[in-house]
């Protein structure tokens, strides 16, 4: 008798061939480049290093479409954004040593995002490994080390028929929920060495699903049905897992309000009557999510940003859908269900009973006409004024992205995403330089829409070197610099906290002639014209830069109260 598990798949006569007698000149760096075009890769970043050369040059004898920025951070930002936006994992090929750790932050970044990255790094050759000091150019003890802390998974290859198991698995950890960033170093001779293993024809690293506990959904239910006065926080977990409209679905049977975290921009519908859009840290909205008797937490950790700062200190029962394990029950007890968010909502759905409220929506309008007359008591028109010229010229389904910057901020709280997946920043891990080259790799992902970033003039300097890769590769994204002559926010925050700032205030160019200096089209906009000309920018196609000269203020505060 023959059982399931002692079948072999026979390979064709053309199959065998092909493995008998692999073609001429390849070597360990082919095996990475067939490997990631047989898990689906079409398009890989990365910047090129001594170390790192087999890899690259393997890429002249493939099909896979190379995208070379100029910086490693500022690659690893831009397969960030190819990864939030498409959901696959976006390969990042990296060089050994300065290479690899110029890219830290961006994987912090992706990592607090849960964007699927995969790094793929060289590193010194194998008679290196080990923690010796054998004095290789760009050594280092154990290179893996730097990233263990940051990344979903490390994969060290030691030899060539390590390279296709190795991508696999990461591949496949990245995008298992929750989706993150991976690390797989390959050494310099692992790579340049020929190879007589045959070609890469194919993979299997479909991500595990994440359902959730039967028994877990089957309480939360009952809870959801019985509440007087549910409410909903959904976090980011919901726009990754494509979940938005199984949760509008639920919270129009429950007639909960909905309240959106800055990850979680565009899960539910902006002027929705159960909308309380995202201002998440505003007083009156942590009051608000303070009564409900049983709030459901939905792809969020409840961390700094989502809590108000930690002031949100619930009185009714949690519910807590996170994939993230790490982050579930992190912030406040609660039933916590460790599961993907659309399926933990699906099983909400099938088993949640409808509730009657006619009050939820006219509780909302109320929520919101505080916060609406708390910014208008601040005589803050010109800010309000200059994120409404923004909104009206951006292009409903066109993604935006935002580095740290005062606008931003304000965007968090009330900017209209239009949908889910369309606004990112970089509030998962805070570092400057985020919007530009994230744009890239968003205008990479989609070419048929004009992509927005915006930038303070601190964090474009982070980023002007990308100038020369949107005129290489004719990127369609407009670039929204708003130049207040310093690290804004952190001016603010000084000022605030010590009575004056200081290393806050920069020396910058001219940052329409130096965008013309590359080739790309620029203009000195005012807050007056910015629509027009912001929106001018965006229908012509290839990239071009506005500059708007503007001291933008905050805000004020409330978990300082």
């Given at each position: 008798?023959?059982?399931?598990?002692?079948?072999?798949?026979?390979?064709?006569?053309?199959?065998?061939?092909?493995?008998?007698?692999?073609?001429?000149?390849?070597?360990?760096?082919?095996?990475?480049?067939?490997?990631l075009?047989a898990?689906?890769?079409?398009?890989?970043?990365g910047?090129?290093?001594?170390?790192?050369?087999g890899?690259?040059?393997?890429?002249?004898?493939?099909?896979?479409?190379?995208?070379?920025?100029?910086?490693?951070n500022?690659?690893?930002?831009?397969?960030?954004a190819?990864?939030?936006?498409?959901?696959?994992?976006?390969?990042?090929?990296?060089?050994?040593?300065?290479?690899?750790?110029?890219s830290?932050?961006?994987?912090?970044?992706a990592?607090?995002?849960?964007?699927?990255?995969l790094?793929?790094?060289?590193?010194?050759?194998?008679?290196?490994?080990?923690?010796?000091?054998?004095?290789?150019?760009?050594?280092?003890?154990?290179?893996?080390?730097?990233?263990?802390?940051?990344v979903?998974?490390?994969?060290?290859?030691?030899?060539?028929?390590?390279?296709?198991?190795?991508?696999?698995?990461?591949?496949?950890?990245?995008?298992?929920?929750?989706?993150?960033?991976?690390?797989?170093?390959?050494?310099?001779?692992?790579?340049?060495?020929?190879?007589?293993?045959?070609?890469?024809?194919?993979?299997?690293?479909?991500?595990e699903?994440?359902?959730?506990?039967?028994?877990?959904?089957?309480?939360?239910a009952?809870?959801?049905?019985?509440?007087?006065?549910?409410?909903?926080i959904?976090?980011?977990?919901?726009?990754?897992?494509?979940?938005?409209?199984?949760?509008?679905?639920?919270?129009?049977?429950?007639?909960?309000?909905?309240?959106?975290?800055?990850?979680?921009?565009?899960?539910?519908?902006?002027?929705?009557?159960?909308s309380?859009?995202?201002?998440?840290?505003?007083?009156?909205?942590?009051?608000?999510l303070?009564?409900?008797?049983?709030?459901?937490?939905?792809?969020?950790?409840?961390g700094?940003?989502?809590?108000?700062?930690?002031?949100?200190?619930?009185?009714g029962?949690?519910?807590q859908?996170?994939?993230?394990?790490?982050?579930?029950?992190?912030?406040?007890p609660?039933?916590?269900?460790?599961?993907?968010a659309?399926?933990?909502?699906?099983?909400?759905?099938?088993?949640?009973?409808?509730?009657?409220?006619?009050?939820?929506?006219?509780?909302?309008?109320?929520?919101?006409?505080?916060?609406?007359?708390?910014?208008?008591?601040?005589?803050?028109?010109?800010?309000?004024?200059?994120?409404?010229?923004?909104?009206?010229?951006?292009?409903?389904?066109?993604?935006?992205?935002w580095?740290?910057?005062?606008?931003?901020?304000?965007?968090?709280?009330?900017?209209?995403?239009?949908?889910?997946n369309?606004?990112?920043?970089?509030q998962?891990?805070?570092?400057?330089?985020?919007?530009?080259?994230?744009?890239?790799?968003?205008?990479v992902?989609?070419?048929?829409?004009?992509?927005?970033?915006?930038?303070?003039?601190g964090?474009?300097?982070?980023?002007?070197?990308?100038?020369a890769?949107?005129?290489?590769?004719?990127?369609?994204?407009?670039?929204?610099?708003?130049?207040?002559?310093?690290?804004?926010?952190?001016?603010?925050?000084?000022?605030?906290?010590?009575?004056?700032?200081?290393?806050?205030?920069?020396?910058?160019?001219?940052?329409?002639?130096?965008a013309?200096?590359?080739?790309?089209?620029?203009?000195?906009?005012?807050?007056?014209?910015l629509?027009?000309?912001?929106?001018?920018?965006?229908?012509?196609?290839?990239?071009s830069?506005?500059?708007?000269?503007?001291?933008?203020?905050?805000?004020?505060?409330?978990h300082?109260?």
């Amino acid at each position: 008798m023959t059982h399931d598990h002692d079948l072999v798949l026979s390979p064709t006569e053309a199959q065998t061939a092909a493995a008998l007698n692999p073609p001429a000149g390849r070597n360990g760096g082919d095996l990475v480049v067939e490997t990631l075009a047989a898990l689906g890769t079409t398009t890989v970043f990365g910047l090129p290093g001594q170390h790192a050369l087999g890899m690259f040059d393997a890429l002249r004898r493939s099909s896979l479409r190379y995208v070379g920025l100029r910086v490693e951070n500022n690659a690893g930002f831009a397969a960030d954004a190819y990864g939030r936006v498409t959901g696959e994992a976006a390969p990042l090929l990296l060089s050994t040593g300065p290479g690899a750790l110029t890219s830290l932050a961006a994987l912090q970044e992706a990592a607090a995002a849960s964007a699927p990255v995969l790094a793929i790094s060289s590193q010194i050759p194998t008679a290196g490994l080990g923690g010796g000091r054998h004095g290789y150019l760009h050594e280092l003890p154990d290179q893996s080390a730097s990233f263990r802390g940051v990344v979903k998974s490390v994969h060290t290859v030691r030899t060539q028929s390590q390279i296709p198991s190795a991508i696999e698995a990461a591949w496949k950890s990245a995008l298992t929920a929750p989706h993150g960033p991976v690390w797989v170093e390959i050494p310099q001779d692992v790579l340049l060495a020929p190879t007589s293993i045959p070609v890469v024809t194919g993979g299997d690293a479909f991500p595990e699903d994440l359902p959730p506990r039967v028994e877990l959904t089957a309480v939360a239910a009952d809870l959801l049905t019985r509440a007087a006065r549910p409410a909903i926080i959904a976090g980011g977990g919901v726009v990754r897992a494509d979940a938005s409209g199984k949760l509008r679905h639920l919270a129009e049977v429950l007639k909960a309000p909905v309240v959106t975290t800055p990850g979680g921009k565009g899960a539910f519908p902006w002027e929705h009557p159960l909308s309380l859009q995202s201002w998440i840290e505003d007083r009156h909205t942590t009051d608000f999510l303070e009564d409900a008797d049983v709030l459901l937490v939905v792809g969020s950790g409840l961390g700094e940003l989502s809590s108000n700062y930690h002031t949100f200190k619930p009185r009714g029962r949690v519910i807590q859908i996170e994939a993230d394990l790490g982050k579930l029950e992190s912030n406040h007890p609660a039933l916590g269900i460790h599961a993907d968010a659309r399926l933990a909502l699906q099983a909400l759905l099938e088993t949640v009973g409808e509730r009657e409220d006619a009050s939820a929506p006219e509780r909302v309008r109320e929520v919101l006409g505080k916060v609406a007359a708390r910014i208008a008591a601040q005589e803050l028109t010109l800010e309000q004024e200059v994120l409404a010229s923004v909104r009206q010229a951006l292009p409903a389904d066109s993604p935006s992205f935002w580095d740290m910057t005062i606008l931003a901020y304000w965007a968090w709280s009330a900017f209209d995403a239009m949908g889910p997946n369309h606004m990112h920043s970089a509030q998962g891990a805070g570092g400057l330089g985020y919007g530009f080259p994230a744009a890239l790799g968003a205008a990479v992902a989609d070419g048929s829409r004009p992509v927005l970033a915006v930038s303070g003039d601190g964090g474009a300097l982070y980023s002007v070197a990308e100038l020369a890769t949107a005129r290489q590769y004719g990127l369609d994204v407009t670039w929204l610099i708003v130049d207040d002559g310093g690290y804004g926010i952190l001016r603010e925050y000084m000022t605030d906290a010590f009575g004056e700032a200081t290393a806050t205030e920069l020396t910058r160019p001219d940052y329409v002639a130096l965008a013309e200096s590359f080739g790309v089209p620029g203009v000195l906009t005012s807050p007056e014209t910015l629509e027009a000309d912001l929106a001018k920018a965006l229908s012509t196609p290839g990239p071009s830069v506005v500059v708007l000269p503007a001291v933008l203020r905050m805000f004020a505060a409330t978990h300082l109260d």
